[in-house]
């Protein structure tokens, strides 16, 4: 079992910088690939990034590549999400996820995920 907790959402003009974090309970996380996605009001909840266990593995959306980057310390059991350059587009709602394998190619998808946390909202204006 696993439970998460996002936060560090906030309210922020367009090219500035937030950084989303991730707890983690639970025993096992650092045998979890973790994840984050968002989800836009009236759209559905779409890949954003992902990391694999040990850290060496991650995956981008075309959308935030170069622009946003995933991290993870086990010894924490926390995941980051550092967020640059923001644009207005990236308002949404943010959620991580915990996906029970090492790594997957199709971490980008959310049905490879079994636990996910609360959100956080994300609000960039222009």
């Known amino acids: 079992q696993v439970q998460l907790a996002e936060s560090g959402g906030g309210l922020v003009q367009a090219g500035g910088s937030l950084r989303l974090s991730c707890s983690a309970s639970g025993p096992t996380f650092s045998s979890y690939a973790m994840g984050w996605f968002r989800q836009a009001p009236g759209q559905e909840r779409a890949f954003v990034a992902a990391?694999?266990?040990?850290?060496?593995?991650?995956k981008y959306a075309d959308s935030v590549k170069g622009r946003f980057t995933i991290s993870r310390d086990n010894a924490k059991k926390m995941v980051y999400l550092l967020m640059n350059s923001l644009k207005p587009e990236d308002t949404a709602v943010y959620y991580c996820?915990?996906?029970?394998?090492?790594?997957?190619?199709?971490?980008?998808?959310?049905?490879?995920?079994?636990?996910w946390g609360q959100g956080t909202q994300v609000t960039v204006s222009s």
């Open positions: 990391i694999g266990w040990s850290g060496a593995n991650t």
């Open positions: 996820g915990a996906a029970p394998y090492p790594w997957d190619e199709k971490l980008d998808r959310t049905s490879l995920y079994d636990y």
